[in-house]
């Protein structure tokens, strides 16, 4: 499978055609549509661009940008001018943004090709894609199981070579997880990196955007091209975005101290457990001093997040209310409208959420819930922040368990919500993190290692991250 810089690098070449690129990778997913992957496949617009870039004169063509030629399928939850854009829910069927998200608009000025939208879990929420209004997605390596979610559709595209790269978005664990069951590279940057401006809000304190790569080279070069200071966003951080390929090129890990987490490799499945096991070897027979080590408060971190991610999607899912874009169910008054509007616009776990977020912050609630949520996030980064003395990185399962088989879990929600819990207390920090695909478990399904930095760590993430891969267990 081609990654995006050598298809990137042949089109500059005049070796190869971007119409050629994009129509193969158009063609392998119409062929495999039964994957549920696309919920918008945007095959005139994808291929209008290839054309554009192939009539550029082969001496301007070094100039075009570093995406230049290569297809990358977007998560439906990042609007795109006048291409409908649903968050997968029945409630925004038809809607059409009137412009593009930051990260969308950084992607044609690098000349890259979007393909399509893919498919996720309803307004992002959920572990396993099944969640959405319209179909589920499958996961390529065996149609039988979940791909994970609720990134699940970019994480299917980038496995099934439908493109090269994805963007999804992460909240909780929403590109590593299904980058983990899916066996592709998946990264969340540093909360602000990227700018969120577009991104359809779930739980803004924790909404990141990212990466779905067939390799780690690729996930630098997508941070470098997405990541950066945008006025419209007010938590975007404003430092210039490093040369995260030029970290790459020093293979030398030997200098980086590397703490395997206690309380997220407990209560894993033995398969994960063992090649949690041999990353942790390749790492020291690398020269990394590893060590275990505790941090106390990432053991609270999923009934942490669960109160205060559906507290803020309790506040941004109150606009959809009928009014302004959307569905509209008629009714005869405005609040009948509003009711029958989200009634049957939202989906289960939609709701539960919304129900859940407005008990938590509810008068006379509000401080038992909510409040000392709060303060068990700052717990977690404190724990973290004495962890990051001693240790450079950190290292732990990205989940539990590998992939699962479609209804497996659905009948309860909380065994759903176990999937996040390796992936929760980076987010609640606000850290970066990747999922490297690492062998394989009991059931032949891919297993993730993931790896974890302090804010803005990213560079010696990537460089972990690239033995990891060298190395990995076929």
């Keep these: ?7 990137a690098s042949a089109i500059k070449a005049g070796e190869a055609s971007a119409v050629e690129v994009t129509q193969k990778h158009l063609a392998l997913a119409k062929e495999n549509e039964d994957l549920g992957v696309f919920l918008n496949l945007m095959e005139e617009d994808a291929l209008a661009t290839a054309k554009r870039i192939d009539e550029t004169p082969d001496s301007d063509k070094q100039n075009l940008g570093p995406l230049a ?14 291409v409908e854009t649903t968050c997968a829910s029945k409630i925004l069927s038809g809607w059409r943004p009137p412009y593009d998200a930051s990260v ?3 992607l044609k000025q690098s000349d890259a090709v979007i393909i399509g939208k893919t ?3 309803e307004f992002a929420m959920g572990s396993s894609t099944e969640n959405s ?8 390596r065996n149609p039988e199981y979940v791909p994970g979610g609720s990134s ?3 994480a299917a595209a980038v496995a099934a070579g439908f493109s090269p790269i994805a963007l999804g978005s992460d909240t909780g664990g929403s590109i590593r997880q299904p980058a983990a069951l899916c066996g592709v590279v998946g990264m969340k940057p540093t909360y602000g990196r990227v700018s969120r401006y577009g991104l359809i809000a779930f739980a803004s304190s924790l909404d990141q955007i990212g990466p779905f790569t067939t390799d780690v080279s690729d996930a630098a070069l997508m941070l470098q091209v997405i990541g950066g200071h945008d006025e419209n966003d007010s938590t975007s951080i404003p ?6 390929l030029e970290s790459l090129k020093d293979q030398d890990i030997s200098n980086l101290k590397v703490g395997v987490v206690r309380e997220l490799s407990q209560g894993v499945s033995p398969d994960v457990s063992a090649r949690l096991k041999e990353a942790a070897d390749v790492l020291a027979a690398a020269g990394c001093g590893v060590e275990e080590v505790s941090v106390p408060a990432t053991k609270y971190g999923l009934s942490a997040y669960y109160l205060i991610a559906p507290a803020e999607a309790s506040s941004n899912l109150s606009r959809y209310d009928g009014v302004r874009y959307g569905l509209r169910e008629t009714a005869d008054n405005a609040e009948e409208m509003n009711i029958a509007t989200r009634t049957k616009g939202f989906g289960d776990e939609v709701k539960r959420r919304i129900m859940l977020g407005t008990f938590a912050l509810s008068s006379g609630y509000y401080d038992d819930y909510y409040v000392k949520a709060q303060r068990v996030r700052t717990l977690t980064i404190n724990d973290f922040a004495t962890a990051y003395e001693k240790f450079d990185v950190l290292l732990s399962p990205t989940s539990p368990f590998t992939a699962f088989k479609f209804g497996e879990k ?3 929600p909380l065994a759903m919500y176990l999937c996040d819990a390796c992936t929760i207390p980076s987010s609640l920090a606000g850290h970066p993190a990747i999922s490297v695909p690492f062998g394989v478990g009991d059931n032949d399904m891919p297993v993730g290692i993931q790896v974890l930095a302090p804010a803005l760590g990213e560079m010696n993430i990537f460089r972990i991250s690239s033995v990891l891969e060298r190395e990995a267990p076929i």
Aim: charged share 25%; glycine share 6%.
């Design 410 to 412: 659905t009948a309860d």
């Design 1 to 7: 499978m081609e990654t995006a810089l050598q298809i």
């Design 133 to 140: 209004a319209f179909f589920p997605t499958r996961n390529p």
């Design 104 to 106: 969308v608009k950084k």
């Design 119 to 121: 498919n996720l879990d």
């Design 69 to 82: 030629g290569v297809p990358v399928a977007l998560k439906d939850n990042l609007c795109t001018e006048a």
């Design 239 to 244: 430092d210039a975005t490093p040369d995260y």
């Design 152 to 154: 699940g559709g970019s």
